[in-house]
């Protein structure tokens, strides 16, 4: 199931010798398939048909295309010559190619849209951890101490207030709990608990409410929670949320402020902060600290 030869013979010697083989091996494997499901006369004049058509174009190019490249050296610098020509030529020759063979163009095309949805997610969790600034105010002035999630309240509590070099320090952790709002199914968010002093450290405070005061670590204190914006628009983005109650972990709490659109801490997964309880005497090492460096520090 070879091309008629004088066909092959007549294209061969007009096409360009840089393309010479893959046009040559394209049209014997479509030559090929064509005898297979049609027989081999009508092979025969489809092979035919492409060289005839083929024929006048190829006569006013060959005698400058091909060794010497695509333009010749005089139209080299003409803009929207040989690159736009050789852009077009190629994409015309990759559809056909892909429409030979559907299955490879579509395990092509998924490949590629899912690597590129893949990058596009993993770079828009990456630009605001690493490449956006922190939402802080002053971010150079902050500090996270050294063994985060290894210190206890204990600790936390012997040198509270008088840490040398640090203007304020606090104390956080964080996790995920199940929030519940009226008869909507419970979700699982991000949260984060704080000590009191923690807008003071990052320089941030509630655009909406009032930040935690020492009052709120108290046990036995009605359970409070600041917000992040996205929460704050799900819950109706209007000032009356501050004041609402929602189920929190299990407990009625009581929303008492409104972080400002971007900020987050520590992690962006985090959109609730409540207040950590003060406990003295709990030697527990869960906790990370972090601080503000103090002016002329």
Do not use: C
Request: hydrophobic fraction near 45%.
């Amino acid at each position: 199931m070879t091309p008629p030869g004088l066909a092959a013979a007549l294209l061969r010697s007009l096409l360009p010798f840089a393309e010479r083989g893959e046009v040559l091996e394209a049209l014997a494997d479509e030559f090929k398939e064509r005898v297979l499901k049609s027989g081999s006369l009508s092979a025969r004049l489809w092979y035919w048909r492409q060289v005839a058509t083929s024929i006048p174009s190829l006569l006013r190019r060959t005698a400058w295309r091909g060794a010497v490249g695509f333009e010749p050296a005089a139209n080299a610098g003409r803009p929207g010559g040989p690159a736009l020509e050789q852009w077009i030529m190629d994409a015309r020759h990759a559809v056909r190619r892909l429409v030979r063979r559907p299955r490879y163009a579509i395990l092509a095309i998924v490949t590629l849209a899912l690597g590129i949805g893949g990058t596009a997610a993993v770079f828009g969790i990456a630009r605001t951890i690493f490449l956006d600034p922190l939402p802080y105010g002053k971010p150079e002035s902050i500090a996270l101490f050294s063994s985060p999630f290894d210190w206890s309240r204990q600790e936390f509590s012997f040198f509270r207030g008088k840490v040398p070099g640090f203007s304020e320090v606090a104390q956080y952790n964080f996790s995920d709990a199940t929030l519940e709002r009226g008869t909507a199914a419970p979700q699982l968010v991000g949260f984060s608990a704080v000590s009191s002093e923690i807008f003071a450290v990052l320089g941030v405070r509630p655009i909406i409410g009032r930040p935690f005061e020492k009052n709120d670590e108290i046990r036995g204190a009605a359970p409070v929670a600041v917000i992040s914006d996205g929460l704050y628009q799900e819950l109706g983005g209007t000032p009356s949320v501050v004041g609402q109650t929602i189920r929190f972990n299990g407990a009625a709490t009581t929303v008492i402020g409104v972080m400002p659109r971007g900020f987050y801490f520590p992690a962006p997964t985090v959109r609730v902060l409540i207040p950590e309880i003060y406990d003295p005497e709990d030697h527990t090492g869960n906790w990370a600290l972090v601080g503000r460096v103090a002016p002329g520090v």
